[in-house]
């Protein structure tokens, strides 16, 4: 173990936004970056496609609906650098608009992995972040949409700064029940699984920048979310304004922030400006 050596890592790194991300972060960070997937051929795939860019980053399989997975990670990171400097959640799912499946199904895998899974993460990995440590969310701007899309009362509690994990899952779970009964709708939730999970990565965010501050405040980790802009990718398709690079600027910036920096910390980052959650 040498815990003087400094490791970034990315989960769902082996194309899209993930990637780019990686491939930034080999050229500007300090350290061993790693990247993550959950097929390891794609991921290793993936790093030898940078290796021929002349860049070195470490693979480590990682799904992030697996438990077993996140925690084999984990050990791995205890193990070769006693811990993390920078841990960018960017693994996601989403369902094309024309995609068949009946939406109550789309809602329930979707947030399993998107705001279940993100949580499992940051459960595991959240204890590792060393002083002046960073973490980035990749959430959406269709969350600060979906928010404004919310009942009242699920506004108000979405932007409550006293929510808890518990409670937050909670929310997550009720939206699930309530597309099983067809009545989410009518309860004051908008129509769409993905934007409602990315609420739930946006607040979850909030609530972990809230608990550093509280209980590590000495150690000047600075945690957000962030949305990397309408970005072409597989899913968005050739029509979306930015490139990956592009895409990548905001996750990079904040997870390189200089380690003199105060903030920002529990915010929604969007073209590295804060945005009023």
Request: charged letters at 25%; aromatic letters at 6%; hydrophobic letters at 35%.
């Amino acid at each position: 173990m040498s815990s003087s050596r400094r490791v970034a890592l990315v989960t769902g790194a082996n194309k899209d936004i993930g990637f780019a991300i990686t491939r930034e972060l080999c050229r500007k960070f300090s350290g061993d970056v790693v990247l993550t997937a959950r097929d390891e051929d794609r991921g290793k795939e993936a790093v030898q496609q940078l290796q021929e860019e002349g860049l070195s980053p470490r693979f480590h399989q990682l799904d992030i609906d697996d438990l077993q997975s996140i925690r084999a990670l984990r050990d791995f990171l205890l193990q070769e650098y006693g811990g993390l400097d920078v841990l960018i959640n960017n693994a996601y799912i989403a369902f094309k608009n024309a995609d068949p499946t009946p939406f109550h199904i789309q809602a329930e895998v979707t947030m399993k992995t998107n705001f279940f899974g993100t949580q499992d993460v940051c459960t595991e990995l959240l204890p590792l972040i060393k002083p002046q440590g960073r973490v980035v969310n990749i959430s959406s701007m269709v969350s600060l949409r979906a928010l404004e899309n919310c009942s009242p009362e699920l506004q108000q509690k979405f932007r409550s700064d006293t929510i808890t994990e518990e409670e937050l899952a909670e929310l997550m779970n009720k939206f699930v029940e309530a597309t099983k009964r067809g009545m989410h709708e009518m309860e004051g939730w908008p129509n769409s699984a993905y934007a409602v999970s990315k609420i739930g990565v946006t607040v979850l965010s909030r609530i972990h920048a809230r608990e550093l501050s509280q209980q590590r405040r000495d150690d000047k980790i600075l945690l957000n979310a962030c949305c990397p802009g309408w970005v072409r990718t597989d899913l968005t398709g050739p029509k979306a304004p930015k490139s990956l690079e592009e895409g990548a600027e905001t996750p990079v910036y904040l997870a390189l922030l200089p380690p003199d920096a105060e903030g920002p910390h529990g915010q929604f980052v969007q073209q590295k400006k804060v945005e009023e959650w």
